[in-house]
């Protein structure tokens, strides 16, 4: 997969931390059509923009939650508890992808790009550029999409480490390092997205209580 990266999110302070941070995305393949401006075009249907997170922040952050934790069990994990870690972490990459929801743009919350014949929608990344981002019909086909490019070999490294140790920092590190993201893209740190991370985490907690 080529490096991307990350759309404009909107939201506040929340926004000038992710603009600052400009995380480069992963794509899912390689691209044969390049679009104005440089960015690589997918074969797939061209679908119009829609915004798809409802409601307040705290709103998109439950509803999140709970698509990330049917997709987790889905994917085979049967503990309860250790369900529920894994979809926190998962809450907590959205939400910076997305800056809370306010960039989820098409029911991808985690902000994959789209290759092949692919649905997919044209997003501004933070530096003006546009980059084709998939599609999806609703936030299951987005959640489930996520945690199956978690699963492909490229990610193998953070994926087992979001298994075995789901609280932890370090599988989100290893997700950037193995070529989802890059802070060091807009002369921040690895040490600043683990920071990043670990903070975001302890806020969305209370949306994953009860749930």
Do not use: C
């Not at 509803?63 to 979809?87: C, H, M, N, P, W």
């Not at 530096?127 to 599609?135: E, I, K, N, S, Y």
């Amino acid at each position: 997969m080529a490096a991307g990266r990350r759309s404009r999110s909107g939201g506040g302070a929340i926004h000038v931390v992710l603009a600052l941070i400009a995380f480069a995305l992963a794509s899912g393949g390689s691209k044969k059509a390049k679009a104005k401006g440089g960015a690589y075009m997918p074969t797939g249907k061209k679908l119009e923009l829609e915004k798809t997170a409802r409601g307040s922040s705290a709103d998109w952050a439950r509803s999140r939650y709970a698509s990330a934790l049917e997709a987790v069990k889905a994917a085979g994990e049967t503990d309860e508890e250790k369900a529920a870690e894994i979809a926190l972490s998962i809450l907590t990459h959205w939400s910076i992808e997305t800056g809370s929801g306010a960039g989820e743009w098409n029911y991808n919350p985690g902000n994959i790009n789209a290759t092949g014949n692919q649905d997919f929608v044209m997003v501004h990344d933070v530096d003006g550029t546009m980059h084709a981002q998939r599609a999806f019909e609703s936030i299951h086909d987005g959640a489930a999409a996520y945690v199956n490019l978690l699963r492909a070999a490229r990610y193998s490294g953070a994926a087992a480490l979001l298994a075995n140790n789901p609280a932890s920092s370090d599988w989100f590190i290893t997700l950037g390092k193995e070529g989802w993201f890059d802070p060091t893209a807009a002369h921040s740190s690895w040490d600043a997205a683990r920071s990043m991370f670990e903070n975001r985490r302890r806020l969305l907690e209370q949306y994953a209580e009860g749930a």
